[in-house]
């Protein structure tokens, strides 16, 4: 039998996979990936977490992480706040948990706990605006004007662990256009990667409210890279101040940027349920 764990932070909601003493190579094709995300057939959810052990001994795990659509993604916020958790879960007296990803390092800590909810500070690291040294823009000679509809997009570029195009909106759009847009925007060809896109409006210095289109997943309740990546840019730009509390249609996730432009990410965690896939799904899922 495979044991599961199934959270969620601000309405993004993850499966997770311990592999901390055994291997689950069989999960991670793209089919087996979308199959588990699907709520019809499977148990549903925005992405599928691997827990494994850490490569260097002085860290506590390692992520590895997969979008509803099978493909690898590098980082996630909301993710990696709930695999802070989990470990801290299964080994209790840990608060300050060292989890290697794909995007190097991140340090998550244990704010507080309250009603079944913990919040968890992440330190994000800072984010990057070139992203066509990183290929996931084209450059300026090749880049084409987003023009959709009428609308045309001045996206700020910023990876903060992944890609993302951070768009702050002259004017309102309605949730059917952001999701038809940002389908658009992530497999444009001035995107070769493909790219998450954050729609933004500025409510004051302190406050943004985002809605955001997740590559290989769609529109999300909730990205914790994204409301991190939409500070930066903010902050980049003179909108925001050094603390920025972003509002998503999930909740609020509280971003900080401190004097040498590190970020810090700091919201909930909330367990849903543990359980074991049936046989007849475990079955199913080792078909060649």
Not at 57 to 79: I, L, V, W, Y
Not at 109 to 134: C, I, N, P, R
Request: net charge neutral; proline share 5%.
């Amino acid at each position: 039998m495979i044991a599961y764990c199934k959270m969620h932070g601000l309405g993004n909601s993850f499966i997770f996979f311990d592999e901390m003493n055994g291997e689950f190579a069989n999960l991670k094709k793209p089919e087996t990936i979308r199959l588990l995300c699907d709520a019809r057939v499977g148990i549903g959810a925005d992405g599928v977490i691997f827990m494994l052990p850490p490569r260097d001994p002085k860290h506590h795990c390692r992520m590895q992480m997969f979008n509803t659509d099978g493909s690898e993604a590098e980082m996630c916020g909301n993710a990696v706040r709930c695999l802070a958790h989990l470990f801290s879960k299964r080994q209790l007296g840990v608060s300050q948990i060292l989890i290697e990803t794909s995007s190097g390092v991140k340090e998550v800590a244990l704010v507080s706990s309250s009603q079944g909810e913990s919040f968890y500070k992440a330190q994000m690291g800072t984010a990057l605006f070139d992203l066509v040294a990183t290929g996931e823009q084209l450059p300026a000679d090749r880049y084409k004007p987003l023009t959709w509809k009428e609308r045309t997009f001045e996206p700020i570029y910023v990876n903060v662990g992944n890609p993302h195009a951070v768009i702050f909106l002259k004017s309102p759009m309605s949730s059917d256009e952001m999701k038809t847009a940002g389908a658009w925007l992530e497999t444009h060809p001035n995107h070769p990667r493909r790219i998450n896109i954050e729609f933004v409006e500025v409510i004051n210095r302190n406050e943004a409210k985002i809605h955001i289109w997740e590559r290989g997943c769609g529109m999300t309740q909730a990205c914790g890279t994204g409301a991190t990546a939409t500070a930066a840019a903010g902050i980049k730009l003179g909108h925001f101040d050094q603390k920025v509390t972003v509002h998503m249609p999930g909740g609020d996730l509280l971003i900080e940027q401190d004097s040498k432009g590190t970020l810090f990410m700091t919201g909930p965690v909330q367990a849903i349920c543990t359980g074991q896939l049936a046989p007849s799904l475990s079955c199913r899922l080792n078909r060649p």
